[in-house]
């Protein structure tokens, strides 16, 4: 039976390896914490915040992410694809999220707002209506995805095959058009 913590604000606290496991974190707030060392077994948070916490490369698997915001946190090189899938719901706010991986989750609707995605996996994901505002999207990889009503229209740095990934109804900038035209060796001025 896991631990059970609710509404509780946790501050500038670097958390060992084991340190999270088997606990359910409700309602909770984490400010300027790090989870990078962490292994992550068999926890989850519900509708919980972290704001300026560090989890570059932390192992989240076995963890439930059910409501969850993360505000100007640095996410590099994590792989949500490991993740709990069941009520898997993130929003992403000012967050670097560069080189992890989102492979075939379903992500219907998240909101990346700022966000540095840097070769960031999205292959085979569901990314029905995600919004993507303001985001880097560079190498960022969409094969086999479904961007059906995705808004990418103030991301930038993009390159979407519209043969390998759906998007029907997904909105783009003028500006944008040259990442979805990549391939075809079409100069746009």
């Known amino acids: 039976m896991p631990e059970y913590f609710l509404d509780i604000e946790y501050n500038n606290h670097t958390y060992g390896v084991d340190e999270v496991n088997f606990k359910e974190f409700e309602c909770c707030t984490f400010n300027n914490c790090t989870f990078s060392a962490c292994n992550f077994m068999d926890v989850t948070f519900i509708d ?33 694809a490991m993740c709990n899938k069941l009520i898997f719901e993130v929003r992403f706010n000012d ?58 229209r103030t991301s930038y740095n993009y390159t979407i095959d519209p043969k390998t990934t759906k998007l029907k109804k997904a909105i783009f900038s003028v500006e944008g058009l040259k990442g979805l035209l990549y391939k075809h060796d079409i100069i746009i001025k």
């Open 48 to 80: 919980c915040v972290f704001n300026d916490c560090i989890f570059s490369e932390g192992r989240i698997n076995h963890v439930a992410l059910r409501t969850v915001t993360f505000n100007r946190c640095k996410i590099k090189e994590v792989n949500f």
């Open 95 to 152: 967050c670097i999220l560069d080189f992890s991986k989102f492979y075939t989750l379903k992500i219907k609707g998240t909101p990346f707002i700022n966000c540095s995605l840097i070769a960031v996996d999205f292959m085979a994901a569901d990314l029905t209506e995600t919004l993507f505002d303001n985001c880097d999207l560079y190498r960022s990889e969409f094969a086999k995805a479904i961007a059906n009503k995705a808004n990418f």
